[in-house]
């Protein structure tokens, strides 16, 4: 299969290229300096949001996504920390 009819699917192998943004444009993670992530599709190795979100996605194909904190990290649970001295 010509690498540029792959589509991202369920246990494959993916490599992503990444610029994390805040809402305010601020960049807080890249892959730029590393090389690009690579990650097992399916098997929860990335953030939920995020795997759902490249899931159909074809190769060499951009695009901007947003994950909301639910699932990123899941529901918002106001014990969820702790008060470190």
Do not use: W
């Not at 540029?4 to 246990?11: E, G, R, T």
């Not at 993670?29 to 190795?45: I, V």
């Amino acid at each position: 299969m010509n690498g540029k009819n792959l589509v991202v699917s369920d246990d494959m192998v993916v490599r992503i290229e990444y610029t994390l943004t805040l809402a305010d444009g601020e960049v807080v993670d890249s892959s730029a300096a590393e090389g690009p992530l690579e990650y097992l599709q399916g098997h929860g190795e990335i953030i939920p949001g995020l795997e759902a979100a490249l899931f159909g996605m074809s190769v060499g194909e951009e695009k901007e996504i947003v994950v909301t904190p639910d699932l990123a990290y899941g529901e918002y649970d106001p014990d969820g920390y702790q008060l470190l001295p």
